[in-house]
């Protein structure tokens, strides 16, 4: 009976921890499981092209976002709220009270010397003071406990004097608005004279210097011209040649146009006259037997007055036979108007004074007559003239103020109340806002607001209480109006306990475990990583080597090589892989091969070296294979040749010159080897099938022995091949042509030409396999053994080759 009990508690035991183990077991795997089926979820949504599809409301935009950053409520907040006394009932008026009510609502303060913060600070600190050793927790994993010896740590606290005194502003904006008093471009004013018309445009805040005016017949233009309206003149001035004709009478030039006179501007408001004249006027009078001819000016002068006891010239008359009756006396003539004659010596000019105020004397000359004035010529006819006044076109600017208000919206006692009256902290004063001055008596107001229940008035106490030592004291603000100090920043030396550090190391890589519970962290690489990789070099190599002459992309040229009875000259040359734009020239992609490509055809490096320049920052200057990158005005190597230049202006910009000798020196150790029976180009072409940059078209007979014109025996064959300046630009022509039906073209002639736009836009990269490219970019280990091998076949060579290494 006894034994029947045994065994009966035994299975009872074994049941029940054998189940709390599997149930315990069982969570842990079922939550393992949910998780790893929910990635499948999850890496659908990251592959979503945008948050919007798989998030309810998703927006980039919220309007929350123009509240990031400000201390307090906006203009345009406390305007909803004063809105809102209105509108009680309104949802949004109340939640925007509540929000206000709760921020004024006084809460009790939580010091740094609070039991939960001090408990939290104390863990933070040294976990296992409380938590007991970590080593449990990195399970799988190399533990070590350090302890840090007791030390001292410098504390920072804050102190405020006149605890919850704050200060809050209330600033203001003016936006400034224009206005013109006529509308730009418009012809706004008009004087006429019969079918003639004078109009000035509007165009505000020109100079007076250069207002603009047009003279009109009948409606139609005659022409355009500005007048200096800040300048005025006493006689009219020509300011538009309508037309040059010639004196029948002396041959002399005559000139048709607009002129103007009476020009002047007083404040905002101006005036002119324009006429319409021609320089003379030819006036004949008589038959054709009798016919005299005259010439006459449009305008005549008006001149100053002469002084007291003197006359002008055109009052004194010479007269060559005084006593009037001799035959063949020439006519009596006047002297000279402009000038101005007082009675001089015999000596001097003998006259008769034809106003009869003096005597037949002698006269000599005073002073020149000034211009003071004009007036129309009746002797040269009518002459059209428009008199315009006008208001001159002017922006006017007028400002808009706008207060905003940073200090709380407050409708009761709460938690802040203002101590002070508004002082002003800012004015008055004149700013330039958008190109207007603008002066207001004040362009902000401060106010004190004491705050009650938000600060603890002395942070330092508890550091000082627990045994720390002061050590600076500093003023980290100030009252902005009296310049008091309202909180210090106060340092301190406090001592700190031994602690206890668990550090881990040797942890598994692909396990993470929390107590007993592990997790498998591993994953699989992503296998469209390189599909990826290659696709996007594919467009950056497509935009980046773009012939804009052909609009064609990834095109490549024609390279071949000999194979003939004693030596063969189409091989591979391994040195060519390391011949990418990143080692040759510091820099840019290590997919490309520019510098490989033929000497005579520059626009692979020219592209390589654009894209280079653009994207890596340069500055000052490097060269490297005889291509030299200067900027902004570094001097370049002698002898070389500019290619590329990025501004017109001396000192600035991008310079890329090239000296050939440089190249040739650089490239001549790999192509010299490579040659040796070979000519350069087929030296190249085999760094080229180096680095598989080609592919292969056909080969073909390029000499034979011949008899009778017929070819018995062929002695030399040549290989055509297209090489690209990658490896990328080779996988895409090889798969892309076979997508499209587009040749190699024959062994003779092959087609190296590129895609066009339209044809690369038809080729279905998801089609083509990159394996060869994607396989490129992955490290390889060096091979030491086969490196060995090489290096002791070519001791050999180099020494019974005399020097040829190959």
Not at 55 to 73: C, I, N
Not at 461 to 484: D, E, M, R
Request: glycine share 8%; proline share 6%; net charge negative.
């Amino acid at each position: 009976m006894n034994t029947k009990r045994l065994v009966v508690w035994l299975n009872i035991y074994a049941f029940l921890f054998t189940r709390i183990d599997v149930y315990a077991q069982s969570a842990h795997d079922q939550g393992t499981a949910a998780g790893t089926a929910a990635n499948t979820v999850i890496r659908g949504m990251v592959n979503t092209p945008s948050a919007t599809a798989v998030v309810p409301g998703y927006t980039t935009t919220p309007p929350e976002a123009a509240l990031a950053g400000k201390a307090s409520l906006g203009a345009d907040v406390n305007a909803k709220l004063a809105a809102c006394a209105t509108t009680p009932a309104d949802p949004n008026c109340q939640a925007l009270r509540n929000a206000v009510l709760s921020a004024n609502t006084p809460r009790p303060v939580v010091s740094p010397g609070d039991p939960a913060v001090v408990a939290a600070r104390n863990i933070a600190r040294n976990p296992s003071t409380d938590l007991g050793s970590l080593a449990a927790y990195y399970s799988g994993c190399t533990t070590s406990e350090v302890t840090t010896p007791a030390r001292n740590e410098t504390r920072t606290c804050a102190r405020y004097v006149g605890v919850g005194s704050y200060s809050c502003s209330n600033s203001l904006s003016v936006a400034v608005s224009r206005s013109t008093n006529c509308t730009p471009g418009d012809w706004f004013a008009h004087a006429g004279s019969g079918s003639t018309g004078l109009d000035v445009q509007c165009l505000p805040d020109r100079p007076v210097n250069q207002q603009h005016f047009r003279v009109t017949s009948s409606g139609s233009p005659l022409a355009f011209f500005d007048v200096d309206m800040a300048t005025s003149v006493v006689f009219p001035q020509i300011v538009a040649v309508l037309g040059t004709s010639y004196s029948w009478v002396d041959g002399s030039e005559i000139q048709s146009g607009v002129w103007v006179a009476d020009k002047s501007c007083s404040g905002s408001t101006c005036s002119l006259t324009a006429m319409l004249a021609d320089s003379q006027r030819d006036i004949c009078t008589g038959g054709s037997e009798s016919m005299t001819c005259t010439t006459e000016k449009p305008f005549l002068e008006v001149l100053s007055a002469c002084p007291a006891g003197t006359l002008s010239g055109d009052n004194l008359q010479i007269n060559p036979c005084w006593s009037g009756g001799e035959s063949g006396c020439p006519p009596p003539v006047f002297l000279d108007k402009k000038t101005c004659y007082q009675p001089g010596s015999p000596s001097d000019i003998y006259a008769q004074d034809m106003s009869f105020v003096f005597p037949d004397i002698y006269w000599r000359a005073q002073s020149a007559r000034s211009v003071i004035g004009w007036t129309p010529n009746p002797a040269y006819g009518p002459i059209p003239q428009m008199s315009l006044t006008y208001t001159r076109p002017a922006t006017s600017a007028t400002g808009a103020d706008t207060w905003s208000s940073q200090c709380p919206t407050l409708s009761g006692p709460g938690r802040c109340m203002p101590a002070s009256a508004p002082q002003c902290v800012d004015g008055p004063s004149t700013k330039i806002i958008d190109g207007v001055a603008v002066t207001r008596d004040c362009w902000e107001y401060r106010t004190t607001m004491s705050c009650s229940d938000t600060v603890t008035s002395d942070q330092c106490a508890p550091l000082a209480a627990t045994g720390c030592t002061p050590l600076s004291s500093t003023c980290a603000q100030t009252n902005a109006v009296s310049g008091a100090c309202e909180v210090y920043q106060d340092q301190y030396s406090c001592p700190m306990p031994a602690e206890t550090v668990t550090t881990a190391s040797s942890c598994p890589t692909n396990v993470f475990c929390l107590g007993s519970n592990c997790f498998n962290i591993g994953y699989a690489n992503d296998p469209d990583f390189g599909k990826s990789m290659s696709m996007l070099e594919a467009a950056r190599e497509a935009g980046v080597y773009l012939d804009t002459d052909r609009m064609q992309v990834f095109k490549g040229e024609d390279n071949r090589c000999r194979d003939r009875l004693l030596k063969n000259c189409c091989y591979s040359d391994g040195a060519g892989a390391g011949m990418t734009n990143q080692s040759v020239f510091g820099s840019g992609t290590r997919l490309v091969y520019d510098i490989l490509m033929n000497s005579e055809n520059r626009e692979f490096v020219m592209a390589g070296m654009s894209a280079l320049i653009t994207g890596a920052g340069f500055s000052g200057s490097f060269t490297s294979y005889g291509v030299t990158i200067a900027l902004n005005g570094t001097a370049l190597p002698a002898g070389s040749t500019v290619l590329y230049s990025s501004s017109a202006v001396a000192g600035e910009g991008v310079v890329i010159a090239f000296d050939p000798w440089s190249l040739v020196i650089a490239i001549v150790i790999y192509v010299i080897m490579s040659m040796m029976s070979c000519n350069e180009t087929e030296g190249r072409l085999a760094l080229q099938e180096g680095a598989r940059l080609c592919h292969s078209v056909g080969t073909y007979c390029s000499s034979c022995i011949r008899i009778l014109g017929h070819c018995v025996s062929c002695i030399e064959h040549t290989t055509s091949k297209c090489c690209f300046n990658s490896m990328l630009a080779r996988i895409v022509n090889e798969q892309g042509r076979a997508q499209i039906g587009k040749g190699w073209g024959g062994s003779n002639s092959p087609d190296c030409s590129g895609f066009t736009v339209s044809q690369l836009q038809s080729l279905n990269f998801a089609a083509m396999d990159f394996t060869e490219f994607y396989a490129s970019l992955v490290p390889k280990a060096l091979d030491v053994t086969a490196v060995q091998g090489s290096n002791a076949g070519r001791v050999n060579n180099c020494y019974f080759g005399q020097g040829r290494c190959n």
